[in-house]
T-cell receptor
Framework: GENVEQHPSTLSVQEGDSAVIKCTYS??????FPWYKQELGKGPQLIID?????GEKKDQRIAVTLNKTAKHFSLHITETQPEDSAVYFC???????????FGTGTRLQVFP | EPEVTQTPSHQVTQMGQEVILRCVPI?????FYWYRQILGQKVEFLVS????????KSEIFDDQFSVERPDGSNFTLKIRSTKLEDSAMYFC?????????????FGAGSRLTVL
């Protein structure tokens, strides 16, 4: 079955710097890759997603890239702000299944 | 913005007791899910539910677990006889459709502690 690896597990950056989180997946048939942000005491919230027919997607300060050949995708946050501090999860949706497979999470801390 | 609501936010129970976790999905959504997150670990799929029946379940979702949509709004997860290893955060989610690329909206979670 699908397996999603995520790195790093923790990431500390200075406000204004960029942050990059990387994930790899194992099932080449996976076709949808969402990223979730989880703040303390809350459920995962979708922040951006990408489908397998697209290589890059951007939404303001957040971008995601997908390399299908290498089976990896990355989250890029530019001009980080303290409110970006949270746990970020990547996930993959294997083809023809209902289940989202999550990565292990990255705790991002943005210092003012 | 529409949201998924879950109750209780935290439940403490004794091993062997039955627990019911409740969820109110977004009103026009058709697909419902339960995921769980053991402390410090990744979020794991438990079960998906559509048209009043389970559409997919994981190996975690054994005979001790059941789901139900008793009325038009609630979606429940029942654990018949809780074990210590059932202690986790349980997240309900819903989506408007399931095409293999649907967008899930998660609730804030119910923390279950089994003593």
């Amino acid at each position: 079955g699908e397996n999603v690896e995520q790195h790093p597990s923790t990431l500390s950056v200075q406000e204004g710097d960029s942050a990059v989180i990387k994930c790899t997946y194992s099932d080449s048939a996976s076709n949808y890759f969402p990223w979730y942000k989880q703040e303390l005491g809350k459920g995962p919230q979708l922040i951006i997603d990408i489908r397998s027919n697209v290589g890059e997607k951007k939404d303001q300060r957040i971008a995601v890239t997908l390399n299908k050949t290498a089976k990896h995708f990355s989250l890029h946050i530019t001009e980080t702000q303290p409110e970006d501090s949270a746990v970020y999860f990547c996930a993959a949706y294997p083809y023809n299944t209902d289940k989202l497979i999550f990565g292990t999470g990255t705790r991002l801390q943005v210092f003012p | 913005e529409p949201e998924v609501t879950q109750t209780p936010s935290h439940q403490v129970t004794q091993m062997g007791q039955e627990v019911i976790l409740r969820c109110v999905p977004i009103s026009n959504h058709l697909y419902f899910y339960w995921y769980r997150q053991i402390l410090g670990q990744k979020v794991e799929f438990l079960v998906s539910f559509y048209n009043n029946e389970i559409s997919e379940k994981s190996e975690i979702f054994d005979d001790q677990f059941s789901v139900e949509r008793p009325d038009g709004s609630n979606f429940t997860l029942k654990i018949r006889s809780t074990k210590l290893e059932d202690s986790a955060m349980y997240f309900c989610a819903s989506s408007p459709d399931s095409s293999g690329a649907n967008v899930l909206t998660f609730g804030a979670g119910s923390r279950l502690t089994v003593l």
